[in-house]
Each structure stands twice: as structure tokens, then as C-alpha cells.
């Protein structure tokens, strides 16, 4: 079960029934299925507000979407589902407060990157347990890679305690397949504990699909243009299928994981697509475009019309500049926001010329903790900072060894003083706590160890690493 995309008037609810999950069919017969779902003020489900039933099939993976709409703004509700005698544990899900409301205070957690070999989920535990409104997951949440016991040079081996079924080990190509990988992610019981605590807001990232792809194409070899292609319709079928996402994000001509969540005067959350529109990166063809024009119009154009005190764009990949040649020279990485410098100042110019009120940028993918500087020219110290990025570890993805975090902290750092804090040995999340006045972001880390940063219990604790204030009217985070 989960929750996600609330508005003012109602939320989607999601659920799978598979009594199977690891078989291919979910373990249920290849017949239109009807599955009853309740609405309550309470989770004893003795003030019902809103029901319904809905027909799921086999072409769905016998997946229920359902788009509730009637509700009371700004308030928590409880909901469930049944299926003849079987009835599904109970979720919690919040509206978002009505058009033109000034609510006083809002939380969310920032999620991403959880290869579910390489560790335990246990940051989800921590985050259920946190006082939140939104959780808002940033891409990566399945990993398309074998699932293997065997430890490489690059990658440090299988994590927990025993592997799944033979069956969902292979890397996905096909639809069933990428069915079964989001099957054996969405079976962690501490993932399901974060969905059923509080609605998601969620977009993709590569992983999803293929490592670093793009509209240019995968980055596998031997992969032709036709069979990307097929994969790619595969992997946005299963992902959509798995996740709280509306119809207007379903597979076919209208999709479109681009979208905008507002809270009432206090929040526009722009939910952004990385991977769907970007041209092959070239940092000096101004024509280059990580989000595509249609976008990138739709970005600029609601940002600046917004009227929230806090206006948050998802970046998925890192947006800062990170020159990772040490002395004269410069080099980048390309898959992020690095290969498309001149996208990254349009938007940044628009944020700084059109008066954007306190913009701020959540990002993931790099599997590290970063807090940085947003400015137009980032090679000038001086240069205006005009926006405030918050970088969030990786729920479970393989990180920095201790070493190569000293490394970027020693050398890599005080060539770059937009970079205002880097850690990259801790897996975990960010919590963000936002009122009128403030914005604060706390930099959690759960109980990492092993060589490159593993999460080996599912009972590991969390502390903070730091924390930032963003102040209303000042781009820029203040370490308290």
C-alpha cells in the first residue's frame, strides 16, 4: 500500500495484490480482479468518508490506482483495501492544504538511491517514525543490475543476509522482469512502513531503467536503438505500475512524470524529469538541455509565477559545479547538470532575474551529503549566490570509502567554495522542516560500515551530521 501526489481535495492510493510477489503473474489468476478500498477519519475505520471499488487485470499486474477526490484539505485520513475476505493493514495520507491557505509549518523527507543488495532499508524505519508531511523520493528507487553474492573492485557485495529468489536475480531487459525487481524492493517491510506513514511525492531517475541513460540512449553496449527502446517502455510500465503516480503519469502518448504540488502559500514542490528530455551533454553547445525546452519553460514559467514563500525545484542529479581536477585544469561529470552548463545558468539566471522567491534545490544520485551555493558563475567566488542546494546520501547505494571522502574534503573542496559541506561515507536521507520564516534541512545518517558505506542491520540507528537554515529573503545555508 502507499499514498502519493496529494492535493487539497484528495491523494492517490496505490496497491498490488500479489500473494506471490517473486512469481511472475504475482500469484494471482489472469482474470479481472474487483478490490473494494475505504476512507476513514480513523484507522478503526468507523467514520468512513469516502469508498469505492475498481477492477484490476493481469495487464496491470493486478495494480489498483486510485484517485480519491472529495476530501477535506489539509487533514490526515486513514485507508485500506479488501479483496473478497483479504483486507490490506491500514496507511495513513494527508491532503495538502487549500488554495490560497498560509499554513504555518511543513516537513518532508528527501529520499533516493536504494540498491537493495548493497544494504538495508533501515533509514526508512527512521523515516516512518519521523513527524512528517511528504516524503520526496528522488530517482533510483530499483536498481536494474544483476543481483549477485560476489563482491567486484567496484561494488562490495551482497549486504543482507541471504539473496531472493533465483528468479529476480538477472538484470531486467523485459517487462516481466522489471515487474519482478519492483516486487522484491517493494516487499522490504521497512520500505512499506515509510509508504504507509505518509504520502509520497516520487520521480525517476537511471536507474530505473539503465545506468546513466538518456534520450540519447542507453549506456550499455551492444544495446541497439530498438531495444532500448523496448526496455525503456518496459521499465516506465513497471515503474508506474509500482508507484502512487496519477493516471497523467501512466505510459502512452499524454505520459509525463513532470508535474507541480502545492501547498498552500508556503510551498510549491516542481517535481522534475531528468532522464526523458535531455540531449547528448556537451558543455559548449548552448542548444545542449538536461529537461528538454517544454520543461524548461513549464519550470521557469511556474516559478515565476508562484506566490509559495518557499519554492523547491527536484534537480534528481547533482546541479552545483564539482570540478574533480585538482590544480589548473577542470573536469566534470557529464551525467549531471556538469554537461549542461548552459541550461543550468538559464534556469539560475531566471531565478535570480524573475525574483524567485527562496528557491531550493533537492538533488540525489551521487550517493553522497552535500550542501552548496547556487551561483551564475561558479568558477567566481564573488559571483551572487541566487538559490540553496541540498544533496541527499543514498538510502542503501554503495558510497565514498573513508579515504576517497578525505580525498574530495582535502583537495577537491577548497577549489569550490559554493561547496559549503561534503560527506560521503554515510547512507540516510534529509528532513526538511519549513515555516514562515525558516527553512531548515538536517543531514541524517543511519549506522553505516564496511568499505564503501553499507547499512548491515536492518536495526541500525540515525543521527544528524549537520544541520542548515535557509533564512526567508537570503539564498544561501547557515550551518547551526
Given at each position: 500500500m502507499a499514498s502519493g501526489d496529494p492535493a487539497p481535495d484528495g491523494v492517490v492510493l496505490w496497491t498490488r495484490l500479489a500473494p506471490d510477489p517473486f512469481d511472475p503473474d504475482g500469484g494471482m489468476p489472469d482474470r479481472p480482479v474487483r478490490v473494494h478500498w475505504q476512507v476513514a477519519h480513523d484507522d478503526r475505520f468507523t467514520r468512513v468518508v469516502r469508498a469505492g471499488t475498481v477492477t484490476t487485470t493481469a495487464a496491470r499486474a493486478h495494480t489498483v490506482h486510485v484517485e480519491v477526490a472529495g476530501l477535506e484539505p489539509a487533514r490526515w485520513y486513514h485507508y485500506r483495501f479488501?479483496?473478497?475476505?483479504?483486507?490490506?493493514?491500514?496507511?495513513?495520507?494527508?491532503?495538502?492544504?487549500?488554495?490560497?491557505?498560509?499554513?504555518?509549518?511543513?516537513?518532508?523527507?528527501?529520499?533516493?538511491?536504494?540498491?537493495?543488495?548493497?544494504?538495508?532499508?533501515?533509514?526508512?524505519?527512521?523515516?516512518?517514525?519521523?513527524?512528517?508531511?511528504?516524503?520526496?523520493?528522488?530517482?533510483?528507487?530499483?536498481?536494474?543490475?544483476?543481483?549477485?553474492?560476489?563482491?567486484?573492485?567496484?561494488?562490495?557485495?551482497?549486504?543482507?543476509?541471504?539473496?531472493?529468489?533465483?528468479?529476480?536475480?538477472?538484470?531486467?531487459?523485459?517487462?516481466?522482469?522489471?515487474?519482478?525487481?519492483?516486487?522484491?524492493?517493494?516487499?522490504?517491510?521497512?520500505?512499506?512502513?515509510?509508504?504507509?506513514?505518509?504520502?509520497?511525492?516520487?520521480?525517476?531517475?537511471?536507474?530505473?531503467?539503465?545506468?546513466?541513460?538518456?534520450?540519447?540512449?542507453?549506456?550499455?553496449?551492444?544495446?541497439?536503438?530498438?531495444?532500448?527502446?523496448?526496455?525503456?517502455?518496459?521499465?516506465?510500465?513497471?515503474?508506474?505500475?509500482?508507484?502512487?503516480?496519477?493516471v497523467s503519469s501512466a505510459p502512452g502518448r499524454r505520459w509525463r512524470l513532470y508535474r507541480r504540488l502545492v501547498f498552500g502559500d508556503l510551498l510549491q514542490l516542481n517535481m522534475t524529469d531528468t532522464r526523458s528530455y535531455r540531449t547528448v551533454p556537451d558543455r559548449a553547445d548552448p542548444r545542449a538541455t538536461m529537461l528538454g525546452d517544454a520543461q524548461e519553460a513549464w519550470l521557469i514559467d511556474g516559478l515565476t509565477a508562484s506566490g509559495a514563500r518557499w519554492n523547491v525545484v527536484t534537480a534528481q542529479v547533482l546541479m552545483a559545479q564539482l570540478d574533480y581536477r585538482v590544480g589548473p585544469g577542470q573536469a566534470f561529470s557529464t551525467d549531471k547538470w556538469d554537461g549542461y552548463p548552459h541550461a543550468r545558468r538559464r534556469l539560475l539566471a531566471a531565478v535570480g532575474n524573475r525574483g524567485v522567491r527562496n528557491p531550493i534545490v533537492l538533488s540525489g544520485d551521487a550517493h553522497v551529503t552535500m550542501v552548496n551555493d547556487l551561483k551564475l558563475d561558479f568558477d567566481d567566488p564573488n559571483s551572487a549566490t541566487v538559490a540553496t542546494e541540498f544533496l541527499g546520501t543514498a538510502i542503501a547505494s554503495r558510497g565514498n570509502t573513508l579515504e576517497e571522502q578525505e580525498a574530495v574534503r582535502n583537495l577537491v573542496l577548497p577549489e569550490s567554495a559554493h561547496i559549503r559541506f561534503f560527506e560521503g561515507y554515510h547512507r540516510g536521507y534529509l528532513t526538511c522542516r519549513l515555516d514562515r520564516a525558516t527553512w531548515r534541512t538536517e543531514l541524517r545518517a543511519v549506522d553505516t560500515s564496511g568499505w564503501r558505506g553499507q547499512v548491515a542491520s536492518p536495526n541500525s540507528g540515525v543521527k544528524t551530521l549537520a544541520s542548515f537554515v535557509v533564512e526567508n529573503g537570503q539564498p544561501g545555508a547557515i550551518l547551526q
Open positions: 479488501r479483496m473478497g475476505r483479504h483486507i490490506s493493514p491500514t496507511g495513513r495520507t494527508r491532503t495538502a492544504p487549500a488554495i490560497g491557505a498560509s499554513p504555518a509549518a511543513f516537513a518532508l523527507a528527501v529520499a533516493s538511491c536504494q540498491d537493495w543488495q548493497n544494504g538495508y532499508f533501515a533509514a526508512y524505519r527512521h523515516i516512518s517514525e519521523e513527524d512528517l508531511d511528504l516524503v520526496v523520493h528522488l530517482g533510483d528507487y530499483i536498481y536494474e543490475g544483476e543481483i549477485s553474492a560476489a563482491g567486484t573492485e567496484d561494488t562490495p557485495g551482497y549486504a543482507r543476509a541471504q539473496l531472493p529468489p533465483e528468479l529476480v536475480r538477472p538484470a531486467p531487459r523485459d517487462l516481466t522482469q522489471y515487474r519482478l525487481r519492483h516486487a522484491l524492493y517493494r516487499s522490504d517491510p521497512q520500505l512499506q512502513a515509510a509508504h504507509a506513514a505518509v504520502p509520497w511525492a516520487l520521480t525517476w531517475d537511471d536507474h530505473e531503467v539503465a545506468p546513466n541513460w538518456g534520450t540519447y540512449g542507453s549506456a550499455e553496449p551492444g544495446e541497439s536503438p530498438e531495444q532500448f527502446a523496448r526496455r525503456l517502455a518496459a521499465a516506465r510500465q513497471a515503474y508506474y505500475e509500482h508507484l502512487p503516480l496519477r
